[in-house]
């Protein structure tokens, strides 16, 4: 993280996401402000929260794709969830405290898998000592008319022979039978769930789980199956569960970032009822969480006083003034997004690393089919995508994936019968597939 200045992580951002130079700068900011924080002595550090992002701006300009581009950028726990899937407790809904349970179970992942790449060499270690097992079977006594030490050293040099085959991959085809254990199903208790259909206050179903007997089956299966089985055992026996657990919580204390979208549609009409009672106790229940509050989950408590919340919203309808003021007050860095311009929509379609040009012509050529996209047809394909956004309803750069689908839909299906053919894609190509959808209103508004 040192190394990862606010110049660099807009570099990073810059090779996946076009244009929106100032929210691109002030995530960098926050990410950066996240480090020199942990740089803080304990006293000092406590008092400095994280600058909360409200981003403002029509979908598909890329929002999303900022939030989660840096959450794999530092390798922080991330989840994106929409602000309209959560209600007030009391309403139909889930309640906000599960944005924070699913931050931790993206962290408990995130550990998982760092500490199984530290136990990686003794798993595999441990998995061939177990195929051997298999293989060469210790004799429950060796024979004492030839000799305990002699019969001893012949099973130990058979075993060693075995290994150097097993190491080699000439036992793959072999057969093994392994204990396959598989976790009782444990009965769902009604009414044990938290407000809003949250889990369990106490993980009253990881104790039944427990209680209950492990069921073990035994399988016959190539040495090139067990081995993967075999292995995936070791690991969990390798990893400690609770440790998981406390570095989990401390990661997503630490480093969590909740994107959460959509968050002009929480916000309440003028004098409004039925629905908008709930939106408003949506922002009520929100405020504590963004403030920094305890939450329990299932691997122990989790403080959200230092979590990053990155909110999005249109706010076509609205305004981000309407929301509650001690909610605005904790999204304090505001950052509004353009809207993209067909300049935007050429850039987009080929400087990003995983464009969408380079997407489709990697697809073709699993066909044996190469297709290449000329200047002139790049420049059409955005001039389309940038007029039926403004004369239908503006989804951004989400125009670009039905408009692409719709060029090369006739390809696509015929690829598989074409291996070898070339395919150029100019003007004329793109007119001749766009130009009467796009034309008529009804079609591209259904189409495209």
């Given at each position: 993280?040192?190394?990862?200045?606010?110049?660099?992580?807009?570099?990073?951002?810059?090779?996946?996401?076009?244009?929106?130079?100032?929210?691109?700068?002030?995530?960098?900011?926050?990410?950066?402000?996240?480090?020199?924080?942990?740089?803080?002595?304990?006293?000092?550090?406590?008092?400095?929260?994280?600058?909360?992002?409200?981003?403002?701006?029509?979908?598909?300009?890329?929002?999303?794709?900022?939030?989660?581009?840096?959450?794999?950028?530092?390798?922080?726990?991330?989840?994106?969830?929409?602000?309209?899937?959560?209600?007030?407790?009391?309403?139909?809904?889930?309640?906000?405290?599960?944005?924070?349970?699913?931050?931790?179970?993206?962290?408990?992942?995130?550990?998982?898998?760092?500490?199984?790449?530290?136990?990686?060499?003794?798993?595999?270690?441990?998995?061939?000592?177990?195929?051997?097992?298999?293989?060469?079977?210790?004799?429950?006594?060796?024979?004492?008319?030839?000799?305990?030490?002699?019969?001893?050293?012949?099973?130990?040099?058979?075993?060693?022979?075995?290994?150097?085959?097993?190491?080699?991959?000439?036992?793959?085809?072999?057969?093994?039978?392994?204990?396959?254990?598989?976790?009782?199903?444990?009965?769902?208790?009604?009414?044990?769930?938290?407000?809003?259909?949250?889990?369990?206050?106490?993980?009253?179903?990881?104790?039944?789980?427990?209680?209950?007997?492990?069921?073990?089956?035994?399988?016959?299966?190539?040495?090139?199956?067990?081995?993967?089985?075999?292995?995936?055992?070791?690991?969990?026996?390798?990893?400690?569960?609770?440790?998981?657990?406390?570095?989990?919580?401390?990661?997503?204390?630490?480093?969590?970032?909740?994107?959460?979208?959509?968050?002009?549609?929480?916000?309440?009409?003028?004098?409004?009822?039925?629905?908008?009672?709930?939106?408003?106790?949506?922002?009520?229940?929100?405020?504590?969480?963004?403030?920094?509050?305890?939450?329990?989950?299932?691997?122990?408590?989790?403080?959200?006083?230092?979590?990053?919340?990155?909110?999005?919203?249109?706010?076509?309808?609205?305004?981000?003034?309407?929301?509650?003021?001690?909610?605005?007050?904790?999204?304090?860095?505001?950052?509004?997004?353009d809207d993209l311009t067909k300049d935007d929509f050429v850039?987009?379609?080929?400087?990003?690393?995983?464009?969408?040009?380079?997407?489709?012509?990697?697809?073709?050529?699993?066909?044996?089919?190469?297709?290449?996209?000329?200047?002139?047809?790049?420049?059409?394909?955005?001039?389309?995508?940038?007029?039926?956004?403004?004369?239908?309803?503006?989804?951004?750069?989400?125009?670009?994936?039905?408009?692409?689908?719709?060029?090369?839909?006739?390809?696509?299906?015929?690829?598989?019968?074409?291996?070898?053919?070339?395919?150029?894609?100019?003007?004329?190509?793109?007119?001749?597939?766009?130009?009467?959808?796009?034309?008529?209103?009804?079609?591209?508004?259904?189409?495209?």
């Open positions: 993280m040192r190394e990862l200045t606010p110049k660099k992580i807009v570099e990073e951002l810059d090779r996946y996401i076009v244009g929106q130079a100032d929210a691109k700068r002030a995530v960098a900011v926050a990410i950066r402000n996240r480090w020199r924080r942990r740089q803080l002595d304990d006293e000092l550090r406590k008092e400095v929260s994280p600058k909360n992002i409200l981003m403002i701006g029509p979908t598909g300009v890329g929002k999303t794709e900022i939030a989660r581009r840096l959450a794999k950028l530092t390798g922080a726990p991330f989840i994106k969830v929409e602000a309209t899937k959560y209600t007030e407790v009391g309403y139909y809904g889930r309640d906000v405290e599960s944005m924070v349970r699913e931050l931790v179970e993206n962290a408990i992942g995130l550990v998982r898998e760092r500490m199984r790449a530290d136990v990686e060499d003794e798993a595999k270690r441990r998995t061939n000592e177990q195929l051997l097992d298999k293989l060469v079977p210790t004799p429950n006594s060796f024979d004492a008319g030839a000799g305990v030490e002699d019969s001893a050293e012949r099973h130990e040099r058979t075993r060693e022979k075995m290994r150097a085959m097993l190491v080699a991959g000439e036992l793959e085809d072999r057969t093994v039978e392994i204990a396959i254990e598989k976790k009782a199903a444990a009965m769902m208790i009604p009414g044990m769930g938290g407000p809003g259909g949250g889990e369990m206050d106490i993980d009253v179903q990881g104790m039944i789980e427990k209680m209950l007997p492990k069921q073990v089956s035994r399988r016959r299966m190539t040495v090139a199956d067990a081995r993967g089985v075999l292995f995936e055992q070791e690991c969990e026996r390798l990893i400690d569960g609770e440790k998981v657990n406390l570095e989990a919580i401390e990661l997503a204390e630490e480093s969590g970032v909740i994107f959460l979208d959509e968050i002009d549609k929480v916000v309440a009409t003028e004098g409004g009822k039925g629905a908008d009672v709930s939106r408003q106790g949506v922002q009520r229940d929100l405020l504590p969480i963004v403030e920094g509050t305890t939450v329990q989950t299932r691997y122990g408590y989790i403080k959200t006083d230092h979590i990053l919340f990155v909110a999005a919203g249109a706010f076509h309808k609205t305004r981000p003034s309407e929301l509650m003021p001690e909610l605005q007050g904790r999204f304090p860095i505001r950052v509004e997004l850039r987009i379609l080929t400087e990003p690393r995983g464009s969408l040009t380079k997407q489709y012509a990697a697809l073709m050529a699993t066909e044996g089919v190469q297709i290449e996209f000329g200047d002139d047809a790049i420049d059409a394909l955005a001039e389309y995508a940038y007029q039926v956004n403004q004369s239908t309803q503006n989804i951004g750069a989400r125009r670009l994936y039905t408009i692409m689908e719709r060029l090369l839909e006739e390809l696509s299906f015929e690829a598989s019968d074409m291996e070898g053919a070339a395919v150029p894609i100019n003007a004329a190509y793109v007119r001749q597939r766009l130009e009467e959808v796009t034309q008529d209103e009804d079609l591209s508004r259904y189409i495209l």
